[in-house]
């Protein structure tokens, strides 16, 4: 899943966040797997991720509505 996805249930839902966060945990060592599992592409524990996007930490996003390509940019 992508991290808009996991950021969206983050914030929009913290009762499913916690679910999928205690889901994330309770698979780490399932059986017949090599080495730990995890739901998040980076395997690392869902929890641990930066689900902080490039704009949060001040890159301006050039495709927003502001400007719509009509700017000249």
Known sequence: MENRKWRNI???SPEEWEDVVNF???IR???GMRGQVFLHRKCIPLE???LTTAEDHGQTNMF???CMGMCGL
């Open 10 to 12: 983050k914030t929009n």
């Open 24 to 26: 994330d945990k309770a």
């Open 29 to 31: 060592n399932m059986g």
């Open 48 to 50: 641990d991720v930066d």
């Open 64 to 66: 927003n509505a502001e």
